[in-house]
């Protein structure tokens, strides 16, 4: 039960709140009653926090309350030279650090009119689609976690260690990797990175296979997803909600096609597609995904083998100063549409930086996804939003 | 009899795993190695540094320090190389825009601290103290054998400074050993 000073911050809830107060056997009072989960429920992904309003066991409204993670880094952005606010990026969405520098540096590289060499977008793509499959291992392990599912978590753990292992070895971080500079990428791959993804490439299809084995096909793990938080198709377009979950709504829509961005238009790959729009759609979405990141993957890994050895990095002066004007750049991050628009005055910093986060985005929806369903289903239809706190509150 | 079989088909999974070798090691008993250009602590090397200031230049938080003076060769002598450890982002532009490599990373992880003035360090030559070396305290804190807190035998090579925001140091160098003396771990 909600304390009345968390709900200051509810205005509409608050009178409601008074007549649960005076009892239940009072005249005129609602039927509901507030439950406040989070900011530090375990089953919150990170410090979120959603005020929910119950009728018994079934959830009559719920409020996402943000903001416990805002650290300003927009506002940090201006005080920072171009090239300083990469960094930054890697901590908004942490668990996609490497697409997260791509929307930044796509945007810069867009104002600035900086030709990228080929080779550098070949490893900008291995890393952005190695990064997508991190990301969407981190999801499946979390989903299943959330639903009593403990086992495909640390199954997905070992391959998400493999892959920050490769982030190691080409960048020497793991989670914060700063990978992409304006202009190329700060480090050529190392010697036996080609290998140890080949192999990684060879067993992950395997690997797949063992998650389905575990997790999508359990029966308890399908009663408890399949048909619930229905989202419909015109909600989800009405809530510009995007990436798995619009894709899960049926709507073709991926960055990677619908505006193809660095080398996407060369590869050969699929948009998998749901047609339940439901919590099972929207885990299984991102399994299917990882199998068409998994075939891009090789498919770069070929082409830049065939590149061979080249620069990494345009000519770029370390004090970039790009002409005054706006440009916005926007990828497929493996949470959605990421945009991010940047504005020059013509000097060493940015005039404005602005981020579009996708998981922010999404979350809007939750309330519309969880009404109706039991208190239970809303871990199942939380979870399958996919949100990372450090990029809804930045 | 149909409804349990995809639990079944999990649990088959399962027990295929148990027979599998282990792929965690025993931390801290065993360590695995990190990969070569890891971006971990810091070695400064005192002697090639030429006081450019580029890293301090490039730095995102303003950590590094970079004090010089103007020899009578004209030549710029490093006198100082400070950093502020508690706002690093681990990024490595400094190390990227070194031209002499006098600034280089390491794979040294256990850079925890429990109070922010221990996270200032001044680098002499070498890198951070390594916490296996310094006992107990140290391994808990490897810093905190920067700031002299208690004579822990050989510390390496970093000199403790007075964080800017204590009291104004009376002379140029600042190296006042024990100034945190008598504070609890």
Known sequence: MSTRESLSLEPELEPRLKLVEAGSHAEGAPRTMILNMGPQHPSMHGVFRAVVELDGETIVNVRPVVGYLHRGVEKLAEARTWAQVIPYTDRLDYISAMNNNQAYVMAVEKLAGIEVPERAELIRVIMAELNRIQSHLMFVGSFGLDLGAYTPFLYCFREREAIYDLFEMACGARLTTSYLRIGGVARDLPEGFLPKLKELLKAMPDHIQEYNNVLTGNEIFQARTKGVGYLSRETALAYSITGPMLRAAGVNYDVRKADPYSLYSRFDFEVPLGQNSDSFDRYYLRILEMQQSVRIVEQAVKALEELGPGPIQAKVSRLLKPPAGEAYAHIESPKGDLGCYVVSDGGTKPYRFRWRPPSFINLQALPEMVRGWKIADFIAIFAGVDIVLGEVDR | ?185
């Open chain 2, 1 to 185: 009899m149909a409804y349990g079989r995809g639990a079944l088909r999990g649990l088959r999974v399962t027990f295929r795993n148990m027979f599998r070798r282990p792929i965690t090691v025993r931390y801290p008993f065993e360590k695995l190695k990190f990969a070569p250009g890891f971006r971990g602590g810091f070695r400064f090397d005192r002697d090639r540094c030429i006081a450019c200031s580029q890293c301090a230049n490039a730095c995102p938080n303003n950590v590094i320090t970079v004090k010089a003076q103007r020899g009578e060769d004209k030549k710029l002598h490093l006198t100082g190389y400070e950093m502020d450890l508690q706002y690093c982002l681990f990024c490595g532009y400094c190390v990227e825009v070194c031209p002499t490599n006098c600034i280089t990373m390491t794979d040294q992880v256990a850079l925890v601290a429990t109070d922010r003035s221990s996270l200032w360090v001044e680098f002499d030559k070498g890198e951070l103290p390594d916490p296996a070396k310094h006992g107990a305290h140290a391994a808990v804190n490897p810093l905190r054998a920067a700031t002299g807190a208690k004579p822990q035998g050989p510390v390496g090579n970093v000199q403790p400074v007075q964080p800017p925001h204590a009291a104004p140091a009376a002379g140029g160098q600042a190296a006042q050993p024990g100034h945190r003396e008598g504070e609890q771990a």
